[in-house]
């Protein structure tokens, strides 16, 4: 799902398209949307058809807020590190 308000507008476009990395030589494939017909005529016939575009209203946006933060609250979602991890390797810094 991707957020195609705003800055979320230019991470779409370039999401359509090729993109080649001229440090490592690679070609990465375009991606397509399932559901917006804005894109369709731009994006690849051929492009998998991933992505999901949502223009986020403000009420979409506390929905979708409270809700995660009720899964972190909760435990049913987890980071790659915990809090603790995270503020000591912060406060390892120069600048922490």
């Given at each position: ?10 991470l779409a476009d370039a999401m359509v398209r090729e993109t080649y990395d001229s440090l ?73």
């Amino acid at each position: 799902m991707l957020d195609i308000n705003g800055i979320g507008v230019f991470l779409a476009d370039a999401m359509v398209r090729e993109t080649y990395d001229s440090l490592t030589g690679e070609l990465y494939p375009a991606y397509g949307f399932t559901n917006r017909d804005e894109y369709f005529s731009i994006q690849p016939r051929n492009a998998e058809q991933i992505l999901y575009g949502m223009k986020a209203t403000a009420q979409i946006n506390s929905d979708m807020h409270s809700y995660l933060y009720s899964r972190i609250d909760t435990g049913k979602m987890n980071f790659l590190i915990t809090e603790k991890e995270a503020k000591g390797k912060i406060m390892a810094t120069k600048v922490g």
